[in-house]
């Protein structure tokens, strides 16, 4: 498949982690951003506006994939299901290496799922799922 104009999309994305010695987290955020299509894999492009504006792109390619977001901080975490893979966040001129652990990836019609595990320096950070729910539309 070739490459095609965005497609319009209204998300909903729910984070949901639990750091070791912590109760389970959820945060829930809403954006409006395009998909697209290359060979056979999908991308979501969109902005996530807190404080600061974050524009991220998330890549899905059958069992694996990637999240990179750019804002105040940049972060690029790799996936690839059953493997430990790298990533790195960085923020004012500082890079901390990062270890991600996919535990399992979903994809169906207007949904994706990661789990993943987080690590630095081999110690646990923390276990992470992000659901992405997508409509086409305005």
Known sequence: MTEQAGIPIQ?????????????????????????????EKR?????????????TLVKFEGSGGFIRRRGVADMRLEFELGKQTKGHYKMHGHTMPLEVY???????????????ALFQDNQKMGDYTIDYYYTEGN
């Open 11 to 39: 998300l909903k994305i729910v984070s949901t982690f639990k750091h070791p010695g912590t109760k389970m987290t959820q945060e829930y955020h809403r954006a409006t951003g395009t998909m697209h299509y290359r060979d």
């Open 102 to 116: 996919t535990n399992r990836i979903i994809h169906s019609v207007g949904h994706d799922r990661i789990e993943y």
């Open 43 to 55: 991308y979501l492009r969109f902005e996530e506006v807190t404080e600061e504006v974050t524009q």
